[in-house]
């Protein structure tokens, strides 16, 4: 059985800390790369057991002799083996040294790389590890390219080749693999940015039960467990006051259809009474959808006035657009203290500011890159080209949580000792109106007196969640609407 994904995080200064910390506790590097080899044999033949033949690229460090020992196990099970070296052998030092001349000793047919190689069978990627910092060097970009246009399954060892580790980004060409076999810890670049789409099925192995003395993690990995009671069963006794009041606002011309979305999601999620404040001319359709609703009719922030004094949370910017009409909506917004989520043309209108203002603890912003982008004066490539970089830089100019959405959305704040990243989702949920659904489930836990930087956790893994449960029926052709049922199965969920 494939081991759970773990909930910790770490970068590869970490890892390398966790590796040494295993061979200090007595466990040789040898035998750590052994088990490895074992895992790896034990997936490629659980999902390939018919394959009978294998291709093994090696590079220079511990991933070759992964990738050697690996291909030992397949020759001595009767498989036909073909190993090609990008590094030359005698180069190896250490654990990867043992491992070349154990397989060497019985066999194993080797033979430096060539760019008229033919690649058969399973193809297993042991090329390059967690410390590639620049961009893949000519002759490794050949053998990936090889390995990309070759026919077999595709096998990563530890992460595919040619992938940054800690940021999740491309350098120069990467391997696409069908499965990656990740050993000790979890890698960022595995679950965020570009990285699924080159990690294809993920599997982890731990190679040890425990490691003392461990650093401390990276990121933290949203999942259900721990999240039990964070809505807790509602008292026998309880009144719509108990569970806050949200205010929605949103909705220029043109863009009713966002603020219904947030405001049928908010209803989704737990809200006690929820209030819209919208253009004229979408009260009648949001009422006509959800009689549940209070909507108003706003020209002006004298209109706003009394609805956020009686609000315990607000959501801003589903459908907002930037005219003077949401400028000044914004600007109330902003100096009003209570529990906010902005988003959307919220944030396109904040980052027109000259300084961007402080937004405080019990606020949230979910930037998709682009709109990171221009709240960071920067460009959606530089914000994706380091996400976690972009997260911190977004919070501490904003002193809010922050959700940076995307493949492998990120979650930090101030009063967090680790930033989270959310390994659910699928890309059927890219279509319009997710982000809205998403602010109007998040409004409704701070409504719900859940804190900030905790809601913003729970309603990314809620609302990915929620994704992959409206996935069951087709990624392609997934609506928005289709996440209010599985929403609220997940928030009645009393079980972690």
């Not at 910092?133 to 096998?155: L, T």
């Not at 039960?209 to 461990?214: D, G, L, P, R, Y």
């Amino acid at each position: 059985m494939p081991h759970p994904l773990p909930d910790k995080v770490y970068s590869t200064a970490q890892i390398r800390k966790l590796d040494a910390c295993l061979i200090a506790a007595g466990t040789p590097g040898i035998e750590l790369m052994q088990s490895a080899a074992d895992a790896l044999w034990l997936a490629i033949t659980q999902r390939w057991p018919n394959a009978q033949r294998m291709s093994v690229l090696c590079g220079s460090g511990n991933n070759a002799g992964d990738g050697y020992l690996l291909a030992l196990l397949a020759k001595l099970a009767g498989w036909q083996v073909q190993v090609f070296t990008l590094a030359d052998p005698v180069m190896l030092r250490g654990d990867a040294a043992t491992a070349h001349r154990r397989a060497q000793e019985l066999g194993v047919s080797m033979q430096p790389w060539d760019a008229q190689a033919e690649l058969f069978g399973v193809i297993v990627d042991a090329l390059l590890g967690t410390g590639l910092r620049g961009e893949v060097r000519a002759e490794y970009q050949q053998a990936i390219k090889a390995i990309n246009g070759a026919v077999g399954p595709v096998v990563a060892v530890d992460l595919p080749s040619g992938l940054d580790a800690d940021r999740g980004v491309v350098l120069g060409c990467a391997v696409v693999a069908e499965l990656t076999v990740t050993f000790i810890a979890l890698k960022l670049g595995l679950l965020t940015g570009v990285g699924p789409d080159y990690v294809g099925e993920l599997e982890f192995v731990p190679l040890a039960s425990s490691v003392q003395h461990a650093p401390a993690a990276a990121f933290e990995r949203l999942s259900l467990d721990g999240w039990a009671g964070t809505l807790p069963p509602r008292k026998k006794a309880a009144h719509k006051g108990h569970f806050g009041h949200l205010l929605l606002i949103g909705g220029g011309h043109g863009m009713g259809g966002a603020i219904m979305l947030a405001a049928e999601a908010a209803l989704h999620s737990g809200a006690g009474k929820i209030s819209v404040a919208t253009r004229a001319e979408y009260v009648g359709p949001l009422l006509s959808r959800c009689p549940e609703l209070m909507v108003h009719a706003i020209n002006d922030t004298e209109q706003l006035r009394p609805l956020l004094e009686q609000a315990d949370a607000v959501v801003i910017g589903p459908g907002l657009g930037r005219d003077q009409w949401a400028r000044s909506l914004l600007h109330a917004v902003l100096s009003w203290n209570g529990p906010r989520v902005l988003d959307a043309d919220a944030l396109n209108l904040i980052a027109e500011h000259d300084v961007l203002p402080r937004l405080g603890e019990d606020a949230v912003i979910s930037p998709h890159p682009a709109e990171a982008a221009r709240l960071l004066s920067s460009s959606n490539d530089e914000v994706q080209a380091d996400r976690p970089a972009a997260l911190q830089r977004l919070v501490t100019a904003l002193g809010c949580a922050v959700i940076l959405k995307g493949a492998g959305s990120l979650v930090a704040s101030e009063d967090a000792t680790l930033a989270a990243v959310c390994s659910d989702g699928n890309p059927g949920m890219a279509v319009g109106g997710m982000g809205d659904v998403l602010s109007g489930l998040l409004g409704a836990l701070l409504a719900q007196r859940i804190p900030a930087a905790k809601a913003a956790r729970y309603g990314v893994l809620v609302h990915a969640l929620a994704g992959d449960a409206a996935a069951a029926k087709g990624e392609v052709g997934m609506r928005a609407s289709d996440m209010f049922v599985p929403i609220r199965q997940y928030l009645n969920q009393r079980e972690g």
